[in-house]
Structures are given as C-alpha cells and as structure tokens.
C-alpha cells in the first residue's frame, strides 16, 4: 500500500486514528499529508522524512485550495480520508422506542452534513487528480460495554453506508469512494444471554487504520462503493480468535 508522491487529507480526529494515518501515509511516500483538526489551531507544518505534515483547523477547509503549497502548485488532492466519530452508549434497558427519535435524527444529520460538507470543499481538487482521485470514509463506532447498538448508532452508520455509495456514483470514474465501518469496544462484550468475552487480540494502532490505509492506497483502484466492516468478529463473539495463539 504505496502513496508514492501523492496528497492527502485527513479530516478529523475520530479516537486518535487521524494521526495515526497520516504518520502511516507519509511513511509509505505519501508528498503532502493535510490534517484538519476539529479545534481552531494555528496552520503549522514540519518535514517528515520525505513527506511534508500540515495541520489546520476545519475552520480553514474550505480556503486549502490557496492555503497549501502543494495543492496551488497542483490543482489536486489525490485521497481524502474522512473519519466520523459516532459515540453509542448503547440501548438501556427499559428504554422506549420514542426517546431514541430525537437522537436518532441527530446522529444521522451530523453524519451527513459533515461528509457533505468536507467532499464539497475538496470535490474539484479530487476531481483533479490522475488516474483518479479516492475517498474513505471511516465511521468509527464507540460502544460501551455488553450494549446492544442504539437505533440512533445504528441509522447514524446506515446513513454512513448509504452516502458512500450514493457518492461512489456520483463522482464515478473520476473518483473513487468506499468505507471502513469499525467498532471501539470499552470493556468486555457479551457474546451471548449467558457468556462475556474479551478479544482475546487488542488490535495494534497499524490493524485499526489497515483497510481504511487499503482503500485509499492505489492497491483498490478497482473497488468504488464498498464497505469494510472491521471489528474482530466482534459480534460473532470473536469467534475468528479463540482457535489460534497470536505469534
């Protein structure tokens, strides 16, 4: 998974992951790396290795076109990796199907107004890139221990799924676009009425940002519209792990 001479954006900071991929994408060649951050910073840049990491705030998003070296020389972004954060505390008991309706109207416009937003101030630098340009969008579920997902978590990666691929037609064959739907799990998971399980495998920082780094790589220039579901099985109990020692 190259990113030879290529520009990328990192939009967002879902559980760390943000720095997490852009540190990756330059170690694997990658000219410019852009990390726009939630809070309102100052624009700072600084050399890693060959690569070049600039941080700015969401604020400065819609003007990177003038703002980035790299980009005015070019006219381009080549991958746009956009990381949603849906936090889910999951279903209490006894809960009632009625006050989940305002959370889940929520949940679902925050997603697709913030993707909205980020594709349409980069849409026509992606446009730009050759032989195409790639968005990932990267939801990145946070939930608590032995819940069952909420209907607001649920609609909110649903709504995720459904833009991606609306957008992969959209913007087909100039650009491709896919997703990596993963899971944050804090605690033990209740694999069943009777049992709890751990993933007995923690996964490594490299595991967790692995597809969304595949599907912005060249490696799937042939998949547009897909979605990676990437959370160890975690609702199957793990059940991949408990057969086999990790080396």
Known sequence: MEFHDLIVLV?????????????????????????????TVAS???????????????????????????????GRIDVLINLVSIA????PSGSSEESNGPRLSTACESVVSR????????????????????IVNVGWLATSEG????PAAAAALDCLKALTRALAKELAPYVRVNAVLS???AGPIQASSATTTECPFPPLQEERVGPAL?????????MTGSVLVANAGRRLGFAAFQSHDRQ
Do not use: W, Y
Request: with cysteine; proline share 3%.
């Open 11 to 39: 939009c967002g900071s879902a559980n760390a992951l943000g720095p997490v991929i852009a540190d990756s994408t330059l170690r694997r060649g990658a000219r410019t790396v852009i990390s726009v951050e939630e809070r």
């Open 44 to 74: 700072r840049a600084r050399q890693r290795g060959d690569g070049e990491l600039i941080c700015i705030s969401h604020d400065a998003l819609d003007g990177i076109r003038h703002s980035v070296d790299s980009i005015r020389q070019s």
């Open 88 to 91: 889910d505390r999951g279903v």
């Open 115 to 134: 993707t909205c937003r980020v594709v349409d101030a980069t849409r026509e630098l992606l446009l730009k890139s050759r032989p195409c340009g790639a």
């Open 147 to 150: 819940a069952a997902m909420s």
């Open 183 to 185: 899971e944050e799990v």
């Open 214 to 222: 595949f599907l912005a790589s060249p490696a799937a220039r042939h």
